[in-house]
């Protein structure tokens, strides 16, 4: 059974009693979800924040069951950050959708497959790089409810992802990062910098497919400041920069998240060194 209250879903109480947390601050804690209600508690906050408040396009399926659902749901992890305490019940505010290398080659392969030519990271040499024993991890579906889009529940998210990499041996995490809208010129300037100046090594450069592929270069070098650049970023970007991401070539446009997509990659050793750090970022993400 599942509420409906103050724009997030509740999870009946003794369903999050019997699940275990990462990290707990205040009346917020972390953990995996362990349980179809979880689940769906996660995908019912994702489809008010990608549906209601982005503008994304449902499917009659997601329309009808008023949660963002895909085929890769059953596959992945879910990293739930909850509130106890508004009115009596316990509440999903905050989600990231976690998929392993492991699990990917057992099933379907990963969900940025369908926008970006992963091989670059699937190959022997890029596997020796990240070391004997370690894997990677897509990042996904992020979302935080706006009344708890402050440094507090995003560190949280940050600390059950620092534990999980910790737990799973991950070496590199990569994903799709999105800007809003999906006309890439209203983008120009966050793209042309994130092409310019953080772009991935040749030998490791992920590309949109040649179907989906948007330029990035979309203002010359010299015609702008890069601190202009930097502050055209959304947040959630601007977040990753900070830890070292790296971008991929080329833009993919989501039509239905209504989204122009970046693809990330992100070493882990520094996020497991600044775990409790405070990321200020404002907690959308959808692909």
Not at 80 to 103: A, E, F, M, N, S
């Amino acid at each position: 059974m599942t509420y409906q209250a103050f724009g997030m879903t509740a999870v009946a109480p003794a369903t999050l009693a019997a699940s275990p947390y990462i990290h707990k601050a205040g009346l917020l804690d972390v953990r995996l979800a362990t349980s179809e209600e979880e689940i769906a508690a996660a995908q019912a906050l994702r489809y008010q924040i990608f549906y209601e408040e982005m503008g994304a396009t449902p499917t009659p399926e997601i329309l009808a069951s008023r949660r963002d659902i895909d085929a890769y749901d059953s596959i992945c992890d879910h990293l739930l950050v909850i509130d106890h305490g508004i009115d009596g019940k316990p509440h999903v505010v905050g989600t990231y959708r976690l998929l392993r290398q492991v699990v990917a080659e057992q099933h379907r392969g990963f969900y940025s497959s369908a926008e970006y030519d992963l091989s670059p990271l699937l190959d022997r040499t890029f596997q020796s790089r990240i070391g004997e024993g370690k894997q990677l991890l897509e990042l996904g579906r992020s979302c935080v409810a706006a009344a708890y889009r402050n440094n507090a529940t995003i560190n949280l998210l940050w600390r059950g992802i620092a534990s999980y990499l910790q737990t799973h041996s991950i070496g590199y995490m990569f994903g799709c990062a999105s800007l809003h809208g999906t006309n890439p010129e209203e983008h120009a300037l966050a793209l042309s910098y994130l092409s310019h100046h953080h772009l991935v090594p040749e030998e490791l450069r992920v590309r949109a497919l040649p179907e989906h592929y948007v330029p990035m270069e979309r203002m010359a070098r010299e015609s702008y400041d890069p601190k202009d650049g930097l502050r055209a970023l959304p947040p959630l970007i601007k977040g990753y920069l900070r830890l070292g991401c790296l971008i991929g070539d080329g833009a993919f446009i989501d039509h239905q998240f209504n989204t122009v997509d970046v693809f990330i990659l992100l070493p882990v050793d520094r996020i497991t060194r600044r775990y409790s750090s405070r990321y200020a970022v404002d907690g959308i993400e959808a692909a």
